[in-house]
C-alpha cells in the first residue's frame, strides 16, 4: 500500500517559520509536491522535489531527503493568509504528475 | 482561477438519482483526473485520462462513471450512490508528465 504521513495540525505566531513534516511508505517514487489548500478553495501547486536538497520559492522552501523517505515544507515570514491546509503528495513512476496524498496539515497562522 | 472549472459547485442527490458532474480545461492539458476528497481522508485519485484514454481506474465502484468526449472535458456520471459517496469531487488537469497539477473548485456532493 501506499502511505505518507503528515502532522494533521500546526498553529505558529504570525512572522514566525514553521516547517510541516513528511514521511512516505510508497511502492515507487518519483517525486514529492506539496499543494495548499484554503478553506474552500482548490488545492494550488507550492513546490515540487525530484531531487535531494532544498527548493526555494520565496517565502516558501522545500526539502527531500529520498534515503529517508522524508521531506518537509518550510514556510517563513509567516502571514495570516498562509492560514490553510497543506499536503504533501508522491508522485508514482513513471510519471511526474502526484498521484498519492497525505491527508493534510492544516495550519493555524495567530497574531 | 487556476483555469480548470466545474460545474455544478455544489449537488444534492437521492440514492436513486442519476446525475453528472462536469469539468473544463483550456489550458492546453492532455491529462485529466478525478479526485475524491473526504473529510479528516487524504485525497483520493479515482480516475487518470491521457489523451482522452483511461489510463487508471483505482478500484472505483461502478456507480461512478467518467467519460472523456476530448481532452477539455471530463464528466463522472452518478447512479445510485450512496450517502457515504458524500464528498467534495475535484477534477484536475497537467500536461503529460508535468509535475503540476491544477485543480478546479470542486463539486461538493451530498447524498442523501
Known amino acids: 500500500g501506499q502511505s505518507l504521513e503528515q502532522p494533521s495540525e500546526v498553529t505558529a505566531v504570525e512572522g514566525a517559520i514553521v516547517q510541516i513534516n513528511c514521511t512516505y511508505q510508497t511502492s515507487g517514487f518519483y517525486g514529492l509536491s506539496w499543494y495548499q489548500q484554503h478553506d474552500g478553495g482548490a488545492p494550488t501547486f507550492l513546490s515540487y522535489?525530484?531531487?535531494?536538497g532544498l527548493e526555494e520559492t520565496g517565502r516558501f522552501s522545500s526539502f527531500l531527503s529520498r534515503s529517508d523517505s522524508y521531506g518537509y515544507l518550510l514556510l517563513q515570514e509567516l502571514q495570516m493568509k498562509d492560514s490553510a491546509s497543506y499536503f504533501c503528495a508522491v508522485s508514482l513512476p513513471p510519471g511526474n504528475t502526484p498521484l498519492v496524498f497525505g491527508k493534510g496539515t492544516r495550519l493555524s497562522v495567530i497574531a | 482561477e487556476t483555469g480548470v472549472t466545474q460545474t455544478p459547485r455544489h449537488l444534492v442527490m437521492g440514492m436513486t438519482n442519476k446525475k453528472s458532474l462536469k469539468c473544463e480545461q483550456h489550458?492546453?492539458?492532455?491529462?485529466m483526473y478525478w479526485y475524491k476528497q473526504s473529510a479528516k481522508k487524504p485525497l483520493e485519485l479515482m480516475f487518470v485520462y491521457n489523451f482522452k484514454e483511461q489510463t487508471e481506474n483505482n478500484s472505483v465502484p461502478s456507480r461512478f462513471s467518467p467519460e472523456c468526449p476530448n481532452s477539455s472535458h471530463l464528466f463522472l456520471h452518478l447512479h445510485t450512490l450512496q450517502p457515504e459517496d458524500s464528498a467534495l469531487y475535484l477534477c484536475?488537469?497537467?500536461?503529460?508528465?508535468?509535475?503540476?497539477?491544477?485543480f478546479g473548485p470542486g463539486t461538493r456532493l451530498t447524498v442523501l
Open positions: 522535489n525530484g531531487l535531494d
Open positions: 484536475a488537469s497537467s500536461p503529460p508528465l508535468y509535475n503540476e497539477q491544477f
Open positions: 489550458l492546453g492539458h492532455n491529462a
